[in-house]
């Protein structure tokens, strides 16, 4: 072989997605920090390092939460009423249709069902270009929240002709498999679960010093919360649960790990508590090490990174048994999964492991070999493979 071919052939072989050109398309891509978007982050420095072409779609501000991977095209958007850390993107504008007309992509991939995501798969169809969308929230559970529960029909509707209109779904855990496939968004529905990032999350990042630090004695036990400070993680069913443990006089610390528009109402309903607001890097594995256990009693996830967190630092967990947690947390093994709402029996399972550490001990050690099993490049393999598998069969 002549040393110009060889090089050739080396080059293809180092990069395996060379010729794949995707355009993301998501609401929130790196404004403010969450679970999804981290995610999506991951998937896409994962695809340029192995040669891929992408460029992500979002609103923009001019300070971030974090710096984006590759390149951001910014789309009009506006500050959300009564929400205005989000943004709610506007529309696929001339200058935005213009530069997904250069790229020319062979896949769009939809990460929020917006208006601009309906545009960007309206795009993609009129071409002839494959649609892949990513599921990463329960936005049908979103009204509970906010007292208008008699509007999840119509928006399980709204979001059944949305996702139908794509070629292909991916969804972070088995259950949200099932349960799309149930609600009948899409009969192609394949698996992008989540990894942890073992060199952050891991049991030797405790640190007692810290805890002191913040007023908490070395024999207090610690029941944490990790997370957005957003009524719909169920921060009003946390509140209830803990004042039923100081009813009946379990001794406990509470620990608050996040930022949100609900702290000064989580704070006014969790007397004692402590509250460390945003942590990043190997401050927020200090500070999830340094609980005893997590409990998240939250039934909007999909996935659930703050769960596989706390598990990777050998910590029990106590979850609703909703989608995410029912695919991570093994019940009475590495954690106890509770009927959403049931605060009495949230109560009954954090008193459990407050009250027995052995048994703390035996299911934080149980999760931290189940969170072994999430290495993140091939978990981002597998949208890779579902992105070529589309672009197969359409020949």
Known sequence: MSQTAASTTEAASDAPLQGLRVALFSGNYNYVRDGANQALNRLVGYLLRQGADVRTYSPTVDKPAFEATGP??????????????????????????????????????????????????????????????????????????????????????????????????????????????????????????????????????????????????????????????????????????????RERGVAHRVLVIGEGPARSWFEENLPGGVFVGHQSGADLGRAVASMDMLFNPSITETFGNVTLEAMACELPVVAAAATGSESLVADGVSGALVRPGDVTAFADALEAYLTDPALARAHGKAGEMRARDFAWDTINQAVADTYQRLLEERG
Not at 226 to 235: C, H, N, S, T
Request: charged content about 25%.
């Open 72 to 245: 951001l095209i910014s789309v009009p958007s506006f500050a959300i009423p009564g929400r205005a850390e989000y943004r709610f993107p506007l529309a696929l504008s001339p200058a935005v249709r213009a530069n997904l007309e250069e790229f020319a992509p062979n896949i769009v991939h939809v990460a929020s069902p917006d208006v601009v995501g309906h545009r960007a798969v309206s795009w993609a169809r009129d071409r002839d270009v494959a649609v892949l969308a990513s599921v990463h929230t329960r936005f049908e559970t979103y009204p509970r929240y906010y007292n208008m529960a008699f509007l999840e029909p119509l928006v399980v509707k709204m979001l059944r002709r949305f996702y139908n209109r794509c070629d292909a779904l991916v969804a972070p855990s088995e259950s949200m498999v099932r349960v799309l496939k149930e609600q009948g968004m899409n009969d192609d529905v394949s698996l992008w679960t989540r990894g942890v990032d073992r060199d952050v999350f891991h049991p030797g990042a405790r640190d007692m010093e810290w805890r002191k630090s913040l007023g908490i004695a070395n024999d207090e036990k610690v029941v944490g919360f990790l997370g957005r400070l957003v009524m719909e993680k169920g921060l009003d069913v946390f509140a209830a649960t803990i004042a039923r443990l």
